[in-house]
């Protein structure tokens, strides 16, 4: 093989390296969209556990306040002599 032979190959060499890296490139862009929408929607999820954390919260005053209005009530009964 001659010099100019080995010399095409390393610049086809070349070419296709120069390839592979800018398909990993593209890869590796696309993985960080990805990566980046998946934290929008970690975020998204965030906020909706803590709107039902305040949902809960708030059915459990509401439900303390009709029990404690129920004991309330049945007490004033039993002892209203």
């Not at 086809?12 to 862009?29: C, N, T, W, Y």
């Not at 993985?31 to 954390?53: K, P």
């Not at 305040?54 to 209005?69: L, P």
């Amino acid at each position: 093989m001659s010099v100019q032979a080995l010399e095409a190959r390393m610049g086809g060499l070349e070419a296709r390296m120069s390839h592979i890296e800018g398909a990993f490139d593209q890869v590796d862009k696309r993985l960080g969209s990805i990566d980046r929408r998946l934290d929008g929607f970690e975020q998204r999820f965030f906020q909706i556990d803590s709107r039902f954390a305040q949902i809960d919260q708030r059915f459990n005053w509401v439900i303390g306040t009709i029990v404690g209005t129920w004991i309330t009530t049945i007490l004033a009964i039993l002892f209203h002599r």
